[in-house]
């Protein structure tokens, strides 16, 4: 016994690495409790959430095929160790349990010890070697047979080996392989069997292929020679053994016949005399009508393939038991012998010499080790055996038995392949003595080729190979001087040098090509399903003759083409004669072959046929080959298609059985009913079938037993009523009465498309769902769209129906439709609104009762009264044998995993409807109630006082939607069970509960850390570390759920605490409550590098460990460095860049989103699971700005100053910094901003405060310095910035000012205080930090090296902007600028902690300095933390003036602006600085300045700059004056200032803004430069009313769109009506302004008016080259236009009269081809080709914007047009701008007719150089704002898409560009802003960034894709 631990121990080392061991206890073999190793002892698993999921890895695990229970309740006893694993959640690919997701702690009992019961992998054994009943024992395992190793076999293993092979005992057990030594592996040893178990796996044993021991010790049985009677013989081939089961000789097949025992005798063993076991007796078959469908039948059940011959005359021998059979008649298919016909059992007129038999392909399964062959050894053991009796010498004399009988029973290489080459050549090989051989090229010719290739199958061979052609073989030479006469059916008849007898080497192994008969087959004469059969033969199509034809032979040539079957075997050249050669006649197949030829025939061209009786066959197709007809979805008269039209089926011997078979056709999962007599109605067309008989297994009504001819009427016609496949419905995305509704459909949920959805449809849905009716029908997915499959379209009930499918719709799935589509229902709220079934899990919901709907009543979530919706009303359950069986069906029909209880006595309340079932007997495994037994429905004798209730487990229905939670185990206790925390991150947040449909809060009032508590828990957390109040996490707003909530703290959920009750508060949202969860790997530090770079080490269990660098990347760093404080990752670094760590590995394949709070929220193999050396620890390089809130992730103590000061960190400058006494190197200001705040130091693992007796100027100036301050300001007492709430640390406190940190001052000692809070000390900092000091909040592990140069500023400029002085030397001084770039600035700007430089300055732009200069020629690669660190002349080295000063611009520090006070676009302006917003002073304010806010703000420029405080007086610091911008700049700190907060101000000197609002202005529903006016507000369009429109407003509209001027300014919504708001009114513009929001009006929506006053414009048709040139011009307007003032000389000239066909398009071809369209007179026409030439082509192509013409077409080439004939004669010299310029008859003056319609071919690439000439030069943003949105593309009169593929910033780019904007931010994909719903356009887009137009770069073709929209290309541009 402790040999085999170890081995078990040694071999789970193996596997898994550091995985924890896994064993089962108190079990059998493969049952028990689940136990896992752990820190040197086992524990047990709680089987909270334990389910079959998790038993399938633990039985994977321990080598078993997979589970078959999983138990819990401590089913197999208590253990007693650690309860080490709880909440297991597996999602069944796991490797070892430890993979799945688990809690490490837990809150369980013993009595909750989980289990399993795994499937037996040993359950295959045979006896090897011997006879019947004695052998070697041999087990399957791993795909082969195996043995047993003798070590401790005794009598008791062989009674389990006996009994397992259906003997009563054992009579010995032998060892010393005493039936010789067996070949595989040895599977078991030191078997120690009690001598009860079933199987050889359940005794102990040392583990599978765990052994000491070689074949001689291979133990064997005798067992006696009286099976048990219940089960079959030995004879049963191996093959048929089943895989699960404990019986292994029992074979059920087909739904279980009583002769499901078949064996052969009096033969070998693939061909004997059938017997079956009946009565307790072997008896035997009748060959009255037996055949080889009958034969097949037999030998299917024995395990081969098919058979060859059906033998008949006791071909092998009288049998002597009863005869059993007669009269059999199989149609080949069966599963089993009493599947099919027969007279009865023992019904016969036969006697034994009648006894029939069967030659079995010598193929069996292939789970045979051996596939068929006889060794010469087992050769002479059969010889010698009883078996081989006189008979069976008869049989078998040397010069009688054919041939290929023989080779069956003693040919030894009857195993024949080809290898190296393909299907029919290649190297031959034989299979000898276990393993394959070759066969020597010596004397080898086409006479052993052909062979060969008829062993395997084929005619003849076409060659015979020499050399090793296909390669040299690596196995034993079998056969060498081959000579075979060409007739031999196997190679070993052939003469040879005897077997391994050659003097060969491999490079001479022989090949062989084999014809490739008849491999190609086609159908002629009719369609693609249906035809004439034709095979290519001797490279010519023949026919087949249609003697014997029929659908067995139609199956094989349907399966051939790739059909699934066949529907007809036609015969008479149905589909016409074929002309080539008859190839086949009498063509015989069983129907399982898979070609033609390997059907029996006459022989290839062998037949006594003409054409006239070539036959055909229908298949069949993928359209539906039945339907229903006069019934609703599911029942109706069966009708089937053929010929063309649907005929109807006889109901002649109609049954349930034919019934099923239709309804399962249909797709439903059974019938319900057959019905006869026209029930659903007389059909109209032909009766089709008749005399209909199914076996019930057939796929098609076709396949069933029929007659093609009737004796029947119409009255006779057949119906069905199928169960429903769609008896599941539910409500998705809304709430419990309302939502899209969604059906259950092959095993998923979809949707129902729209289309006709009414209220009629509705209300079945809902009456379905259990309420009364529909209130409301809902369309266009109203309720959002749904993912899965479109069930059902064109719904149209009547409302009388019971569920959806009962109504007239398309077809399952048969739709035209999108989920934007998806239909929804709002029901009437009467019934339980946990009715709808949506949060049952899809694998619990009933498929046929009629109880499917059931819910607790009077209870809580998870407990109640039980009742059922029966009759459209909910009914109670009597009690009356209620039990726990009962309520297991009930709360796992309810997704609950378990009942806990089953209760009686009303113990709920007393229901009040119906009692709709009593007497319930429960086995407990049914899926519904109705499945149950019980007295029938309505049928009890109780009353209401007798309602049965439950209580179920609360397991977690791991179906129900988490969102936002990261413990996907949200409990289904209680109506409050899903709980998230928004407003924060992963761990932290305000808490808010879902109830009612949305999410709200919790108020705070008496909110504590137990609260938090069950909050953390509840989520998934181990615990909370804090809990909020007062809104921390902002304010909620949706309803205050609960208030007052009271825990205790053993709560599962919040609504188990005492609370007000729901919604009962006296509470506001400025009170919502918040946690902070505890995070488990929530220290992070970089070790063996720098500050902002290192080897990853996480804090786990009390110690540093690393992290593995397996699957680490950028999005793994990123979260890391966001966690320790800085913005982002530069690099992710692998093999221990920086130094392999000492700890454990903590973390392995590390997958992070990129978005999480910390490493342990990302995925990974779980903690310390791992397969890693620490030369693969993961590093990283965050980015080298860290957060002013940076984590307090470690201090440093004593102990670790002195590991410090022993490394190599510790040169004289760290000595000085860390001295050995320094506990409190960890200081912070708290309660004010960056440079001031209260005084706290870290001790002892919390923030302590320093209290103010004593404290002074010397000691802040500690403080600032140890801070990275040069020296503070003030230090500030009586707890300026607010009281701390930690220890007081330090009390007076006096240190002399030279001091690096406080612990060097003197002071009273560590926490010896004499104060309060109210004495807490604080200071101000002088406000230019050392970057390069430590901060207070950095990791120990992160200091660094001190610079000498570590003080940086910027003079003469502002606070991101000026001259670079560094401190040297105790002053400040200048760089010279020689050399100066981008690079040395970045390396500046980051070093005073910018993120970069926008710019470098030379020629002292900020002035000159007038200190020294101390760096010239400075040189930085850019990875430098401070100047000092790049290449440079030397300090104070240099050739340069003070003229040469450098500077820079460094990235802003104010980027948060926000306009106060006002509205979206206007207000005062405050900046975030500090901390805080504050406010501008006006002083020098202007547009400049305003144009930099509005910039800054998104906004296109400003339209004022307001002063006087216009908006209201801020409340905040005033943080900027004096500003002075260009109006270029990016932020307002780039802007001349007086300093931050230095000002002369008051608030009501406040700046404020108005910026343009409308950048984004269109015309809708009219044509490129006519239409309604829509401006764009608040995320989405509206109108423009038209009171006081006139044509100045319209000037303003047209010169915005980029036109000149308007033409017309419309009211009354000329252009329709719009959708959205009506955002202005009353709009009175001068003409002169840029845009509408400089007109004067009403206000933002503010009006008086409804849509139908929508105004309009008609602009001008001279556009930007960014506007649709889609205008026309007609000859009264041109007149009108004339008239106008606007129309000067040079207008004139731009616009002659006769200029009235500037529109032109293409039409009928594609993006640069087709018929030449004009638009004229308000539609579009054409133009004749009557002198149409190239000259014309051009001017066309010029005018659509190309560059020249291709081709001129003729003859409507593209079709023929349907307008007007425009043009005709067209004469252009080819210099004309457009076609109106040219010479023609005059305007719809013509001789033609559209047969004439001419057309171009344009060159592809558009003319950059023309304004208005790209075929794609209109393009929009979609779905978005106003810089970012889904890229449409204005073609061919509509809108279209961009697909994705290839789409990138270069692309986007040029999009941006062409919108207007400067550059693009982002290039987005998969439909990010919506799924667009015109054509696409293009497709892979591939520019370089230069195009001016999307189509000047390269694309697949205009429409020329492979995308959808979900593909739709987007983009985000650059906004000022």
Known sequence: ??????????????????????????????????????????????????????????????????????????????????????????????????????????????????????????????????????????????????????????????????????????????????????????????????????????????????????????????????????????????????????????????????????????????????EVYYNEQWGTVCDDGWDLNDAHVVCRQLGFESALEGNSNAMYGLGSGPIVLDDVDCTGDEHSLDQCRHNGLEEHNCVHYEDAGVVCSNTPSTLLPTTGYITEELTTLLLSTSYFTEALTTLLPSTKVPIRLWRWRVDILNTVRLAGGGGNYGRVEVYYKGQWGTVCDDLWDSDDANVVCRQLGFEFALEGNRNALYGQGSGPIVLDDVECTGDEDSLDQCRHNGLEEHNCGHHEDAGVVCQNILNTVRLAGGGGNYGRVEVYYKGQWGTVCDDWWDSDDANVVCRQLGFEFALEGNRYALYGQGSGPIVLDDVECTGDEDSLDQCRHNGLEEHNCGHHEDAGVVCQSNAKEIRLAGGAGNTGRVEVYHNGQWGTVCDDGWGIEEADVVCRQLGFESASWSRTKAHYGQGTGPILLDDVVCDGSE??????????????????????????????????????????????????????????????????????????????????????????????????????????????????????????????????????????????????????????????????????????????????????????????????????????????????????????????????????????????????????????????????????????TPNTLLPTTGVLNNVRLAGGGGNYGRVEVYYNGQWGTVCDDGWDLIDANVVCRQLGFDSALEYNSNALYDQGSGPIVLDDVDCTGDEDSLDQCGHAGLEKHNCGHHEDAGVVCNSVLNNVRLAGGGGHYGRVEVYYKGQWGTVCDD?????????????????????????????????????????????????????????????????????????????????????????????????????????????????????????????????????????????????????????????????????????????????????DVECTGDEDSLDQCRHNGLEEHNCRHHEDAGVVCQNTPNTLLPTTDTPSSLLPTTGVLNNVRLAGGGGNYGRVEVYYNGQWGTVCDDGWDLIDANVVCRQLGFDSALEYNSNALYGQGSGPIMLDDVDCTGDEDSLDQCGHAGLEEHNCGHHEDAGVVCNSVLNNVRLAGGGGNYGRVEVYYNEQWGTVCDDGWDLNDAHVVCRQLGFESALEGNSNAMYGLGSGPIVLDDVDCTGDEHSLDQCRHAGLEEDNCDHFEDAGVVCRVFDNVRLAGGGGNYGRVEVHYNGQWGTVCDDGWDLNDAHVICRQLGFEFALEGNSNALYGQGSGPIVLDNVNCMGDEDSLDQCRHNGLEEHNCVHYEDAGVVCSNTPSTLLPTTGYITEELTTLLLSTSYFTEALTTLLPSTNILNTVRLAGGGGNYGRVEVYYKGQWGTVCDDLWDSDDANVVCRQLGFEFALEGNRNALYGQGSGPIVLDDVECTGGEDSLDQCRHNGLEEHNCRHHEDAGVVCQNTPNTLLPTTGVLNNVRLAGGGANYGRVEVYYNGQWGTVCDDGWDVTDANVVCRQLGFDSAKEGNSYALYGQGSGPIVLDDVDCTGDEDFLDQCGHAGLENHDCGHHEDAGVVCTVL
């Open 699 to 964: 796929t098609s009504l076709t396949q069933c037993s029929h007659s093609d001819t009737d004796n029947c009427q119409h009255t006779e016609d057949a119906g069905v009523d199928c169960y429903s496949v769609l008896n599941n419905v539910r409500l998705a995305g809304g709430g419990g009465n309302y939502g899209r509704v969604e059906v259950y459909y092959n095993g998923q949920w979809g949707t129902v498309c729209d289309d006709g959805w009414d209220l009629i449809d509705a209300n079945v849905v809902c009456r379905q769902l259990g309420f009364d009716s529909a209130l409301e029908s809902k369309s266009s997915a109203f309720y959002g769209q749904g993912s899965g499959t479109i069930v059902l379209d064109d719904v149209d009930c009547t409302g009388d129906e019971d569920s959806l499918d009962q109504c007239g719709h398309a077809g399952l799935e048969e739709h035209n439709c999108g989920h934007h589509e998806d239909a929804g229902v709002v029901c009437q709220n009467t019934p339980n609104t946990l009715l709808p079934t949506t949060d049952t899990p899809s694998s619990l919901l009933p498929t046929t009762g009629v109880l499917n709907n059931v819910r607790l009543a009077g209870g809580g979530g998870n407990f109640g009264r039980v009742e059922v919706y029966y009759k459209g009303q909910w009914g109670t359950v009597c009690d009356d044998l209620w039990d726990s069986d009962d309520a297991n069906v009930v709360c796992r029909q309810l997704g609950f995993e378990f009942a806990l209880e089953g209760n009686r006595n009303a113990l709920y309340g007393q229901g009040s409807g119906p009692i709709v079932l009593d007497d319930v007997e429960c086995t407990g495994d049914e899926d519904s109630l109705d499945q149950c037994r019980h007295n029938g429905l309505e049928e009890h004798n109780c009353g209401h006082y007798e309602d049965a209730g439950v209580v179920c487990s609360n397991t977690p229905n791991t179906l129900l939607p988490t969102t936002d």
């Open 1111 to 1291: 699957l680490w990347d950028s999005d793994d760093a990123n979260v890391v460095c966001r966690q320790l404080g800085f913005e982002f990752a530069l690099e992710g670094n692998r093999d221990a860049l920086y130094g392999q760590g000492s700890g454990p590995i903590v973390l392995d394949d590390v997958e992070c989103t990129g978005d999480e709070d910390s490493l342990d929220q990302c995925r990974h193999n779980g903690l310390e699971e791992h397969n890693c050396g620490h030369y693969e620890d993961a590093g990283v390089v965050c980015s080298n700005t860290p957060s002013t809130l940076l984590p307090t992730t470690g201090y440093i103590t004593e102990e670790l100053t002195t590991l410090l000061l022993s490394t190599s960190y510790s040169t004289e400058a760290l000595t000085t910094l860390l001295p050995s006494t320094n506990i409190l190197n960890t200081v912070r200001l708290a309660g004010g901003g960056g440079n001031y705040g209260r005084v706290e130091v870290y001790y002892k693992g919390q923030w302590g405060t320093v209290c103010d007796d004593l404290w002074d100027s010397d000691d802040a100036n500690v403080v600032c310095r140890q801070l990275g301050f040069e020296f503070a300001l003030e230090g500030n007492r009586n707890a300026l910035y607010g009281q701390g709430s930690g220890p007081i640390v330090l009390d």
């Open 1 to 274: 016994m402790q040999l085999w631990w170890l081995l078990v121990v040694a071999c789970s080392v193996l596997i898994s690495g550091n995985a924890k061991l896994i064993r089962l206890a108190g079990g059998a073999g493969n049952t028990g409790r689940v136990e896992v190793y752990h820190n040197g002892q086992w524990g047990t698993v709680c089987d909270d959430g334990w389910g079959l999921e998790e038993a399938n890895v633990v039985c994977r695990q321990l080598g078993f095929e997979s589970a078959s229970w999983s138990r819990t309740m401590a089913h197999y006893g208590q253990g007693t160790g650690p309860i080490l694993l709880d909440d297991v959640v597996c999602d069944g690919s796991e490797t070892f349990l430890t993979q799945c997701s688990h809690s490490d702690t837990h809150d369980c009992q013993h009595t909750e010890d989980a289990g399993v019961d795994c499937y037996s992998v040993l359950n295959n054994v045979r006896l090897a070697g011997g006879g019947g009943n004695y052998g070697r024992v041999e087990v399957y395992y791993n795909g082969q047979w195996g043995t047993v190793c003798d070590d401790g076999w005794d009598l008791i293993d062989a009674n389990v080996v006996c009994r397992q092979l259906g003997f009563e005992s054992a009579l010995e057990s032998k060892s010393s392989a005493f039936y010789g030594q067996g070949s595989g592996t040895i599977v078991l040893d030191d078997v120690d069997c009690t001598g009860d178990e079933d199987s050889l796996d359940q005794c102990r044993h040392n583990g599978l292929e765990e052994h000491n021991c070689v074949h001689y010790e291979d133990a064997g049985v005798v067992c006696s020679n009286t099976p048990n009677t219940l089960l079959p013989t030995t004879d049963t081939p191996s093959s048929l053994l089943p895989t699960t089961g404990v019986w292994n000789n029992v074979r059920l097949a087909g739904g279980g016949g009583v002769l499901n025992n078949v064996r052969l005798a009096g033969g070998g063993g693939n061909y004997g005399r059938v």
